[in-house]
């Protein structure tokens, strides 16, 4: 996501669901839990979030259907 590439978040992969277009993921890397703390609060915190995107994001998103998921990447996985 364009967002995540300006905040120093890294995007490592984004992807939708084959039978339905409508279903989008993507997966952001951290280096560690402070440093997504940081970035979070960054973003989200923001002028340009608060007053720019937060206001269209409910037109442009179901809120109501985000479901957000933390994960570990396996020892061999190549998004470590």
């Known amino acids: 996501p364009p967002r995540s590439t300006l905040s120093?978040?890294?995007?490592a992969s984004d992807v939708y669901k084959r039978q339905?277009?409508?279903v989008y993921f993507w997966i952001r890397r951290f280096e560690s839990e402070a440093e997504r703390e940081r970035l979070y609060e960054a973003v989200?915190?923001?002028d340009f979030w608060t007053?720019?995107?937060?206001?269209?994001v409910g037109e442009l998103i179901?809120?109501?259907?985000?479901q957000?998921?933390?994960?570990?990447?396996?020892r061999l996985s190549t998004m470590q």
């Open 62 to 66: 179901d809120r109501e259907a985000i």
């Open 8 to 11: 120093s978040s890294s995007a």
């Open 51 to 56: 007053k720019e995107v937060a206001p269209k």
């Open 20 to 22: 339905d277009e409508s």
């Open 44 to 46: 989200y915190q923001s």
């Open 68 to 74: 957000v998921q933390r994960v570990n990447a396996t």
